[in-house]
């Protein structure tokens, strides 16, 4: 089916907290702890999205794959000065590997680009090892494991980042 690429809406809050949910519990399963991926993420990120697609928004992109009427996949990358900071980009469990997550992730770095970013970040929980071989396959360069607390929970995350954007909207384009 096509994919259509748009930006988020804020009537598309309660679909895009349902497909991050399912997200990691898919992706986080043995790597976050249990109790919180059963029950404490569904408050945390109905309301995470339902803030953050209302009222005025902050300076980047969030973008959503629709395959028909339902959702794909979505990104959410914010301008912080001359830097795309990529917070969020998931696929849904099932659609992976065909070409959804680099074409999310292209699009808001054209479209962060435009707003004048010049390179681009995420980091990423060092055992997830599926983002890591997907965002070194476009080019990452990687900075050495840091601990962080995520969601109160202490997780060993690495840095992930792109000096010239423009490399990352090619990557993601080829
Ligand atoms: C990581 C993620 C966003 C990638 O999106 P995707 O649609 O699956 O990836 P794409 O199909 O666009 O992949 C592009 C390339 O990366 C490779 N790739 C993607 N996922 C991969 C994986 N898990 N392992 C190895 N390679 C992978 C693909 O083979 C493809 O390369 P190719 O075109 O040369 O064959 C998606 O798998 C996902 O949602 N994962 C779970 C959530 C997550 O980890 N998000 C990132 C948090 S930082």
Redesign the pocket.
């Known amino acids: 089916m096509a994919l259509r690429l748009r930006s988020a809406r804020g009537s598309d809050a309660p679909v895009i907290a349902e497909l991050h949910i399912a ?2 519990r ?2 986080y399963r043995g790597i976050l702890s249990q109790e919180f991926l059963d029950t404490g993420i569904e408050g945390e990120f109905n309301a995470h999205w339902a803030t953050t697609l209302s009222g005025r928004r902050r300076a980047g992109a969030v973008i959503v794959a629709m395959a028909g009427r339902h959702l794909a ?1 979505f990104v959410a990358a914010w301008r912080e000065g001359v830097n795309c900071h ?1 917070d ?6 099932g ?11 292209g699009f808001a770095a054209q479209r962060l680009q435009d707003q004048g970013a010049v390179s681009a970040d ?4 060092a055992a ?4 890591m ?3 070194l ?2 080019g990452a360069e990687v900075e050495a494991p840091t601990t962080r607390v995520t969601f109160g929970q202490t997780v060993t995350e690495r840095r992930l980042y792109w000096p010239g954007i423009t490399n990352l909207i090619a990557a993601c384009a080829r």
Request: hydrophobic residues 50%; glycine residues 12%; charged residues 15%.
């Open positions: 997200s990691w898919d992706a996949g990529v969020n980009l998931h696929v849904r469990p659609m992976r590997n065909a070409g959804i997550g680099r074409a999310l992730l995420l980091w990423v929980i997830n090892q599926g983002a071989r997907f965002y396959s476009l």
